[in-house]
């Protein structure tokens, strides 16, 4: 018996034209646009946000220490002389001071990296594995690990420097007008670090890597925490609210931030004066009197 055969529809698939392609990526491009700058803005708020938070809690930190050890904030030089040991150099560099709070467990290698930090040759030393030596610390002849980086000018790729935060130079009058819980709103104790000498000068800082911490390409933008436990952004080296009272009873004057530039006590030396200067410092001797800082 044969069977009729039925009609067979064949249906094509229709794919989209070149025109249509174009007008999707158009579309695709055109939210691009819209989107990027706001979800830009939104993550750099975000890495500020988380920026203020760390920076305070570093400088809550300092606090601690300070609560056992009759109101001063902690100084590696002080802290060496307490030990007969020779295992450490004990200036007050900033590496022994950020090192030597990590040893004593107040917070960990990656606190003091920014999360607006610049730099690709600053790291967090225990990123991948741990690093920082917990076990080789006695609380006797080993205080820290002394492997930890903190001049940002030597830094390299192969050889990071491990912390971004400048603190209050702990040299000349600094320490007994500023480094201690007495110390007031104008009294700056740790901030994002500065250009060079506290220049901003377009030769100079178009190539610091201080440069667009908070996304700002023209002018220094940083953080700043002052001895009464204010966080604040500022967007300038010589912040508002932070006039320097000048030892000698002179009246009140402008403050760099990131320069020794009252000479109140020695007008020929500004570092031993009393104004604020952030600094990163690998070398601070009382005797002979030197301090040298570095920048990147």
Same mark, same amino acid.
């Given at each position: 018996?044969?069977? *009729? ?15 249509? &392609? &174009? ?6 491009? &055109? ?5 990027? *700058?706001?979800?830009?803005? @939104? ?77 690709? %040759? ?35 790729? %192969?050889?990071? @420097? ?5 603190? /209050? ?32 000068? @377009? ?32 967007? @300038? &080296? ?20 990131? /320069? ?37």
């Amino acid at each position: 018996m044969a069977y *009729p055969l039925r009609s067979m529809k064949i249906l094509k698939q229709r794919g989209f034209t070149l025109i249509e &392609l &174009l007008i999707v990526i158009a579309i695709i491009g &055109l939210l691009s646009a819209l989107l990027l *700058p706001a979800l830009n803005t @939104a993550m750099r708020t975000a890495r500020t946000t988380k920026d203020k938070t760390q920076a305070k809690g570093v400088h809550g930190a300092l606090l601690l220490f300070a609560t056992s050890n009759e109101g001063k904030l902690p100084q590696p030089s002080i802290v060496g002389g307490e030990h007969a040991s020779v295992a450490h150099d004990f200036s007050d560099t900033t590496g022994n001071l950020m090192s030597m709070m990590i040893g004593r467990n107040f917070f960990n290698t990656g606190s003091v990296i920014s999360p607006v930090e610049t730099n690709p %040759a600053i790291q967090d030393m225990n990123a991948e594995t741990l690093a920082y030596d917990f076990n080789s610390i006695d609380g006797e002849t080993v205080l820290w690990d002394d492997s930890f980086q903190g001049d940002v000018e030597a830094a390299t790729l %192969a050889n990071p @420097a491990n912390n971004s935060y400048a603190h /209050q130079a702990l040299w000349g009058e600094r320490l007994r007008t500023k480094w201690h819980t007495g110390a007031g709103s104008s009294d700056i104790v740790l901030s994002n670090r500065g250009p060079e000498d506290g220049v901003q000068a @377009a030769d100079t800082f178009t190539n610091s890597n201080t440069l667009k911490f908070h996304g700002s390409e023209s002018i220094w933008v940083g953080v700043i925490v002052t001895a009464d436990g204010s966080v604040r952004i500022v967007d @300038a &080296l010589i912040p508002e609210g932070i006039a320097y009272q000048p030892l000698n009873g002179m009246p009140l004057g402008p403050d760099n931030i990131f /320069q020794a530039d009252w000479g109140d006590i020695d007008p020929t030396d500004g570092a031993k004066s009393g104004d604020n200067w952030m600094v990163i410092c690998n070398e601070a001797n009382a005797i002979p009197e030197t301090i040298n800082v570095v920048w990147d």
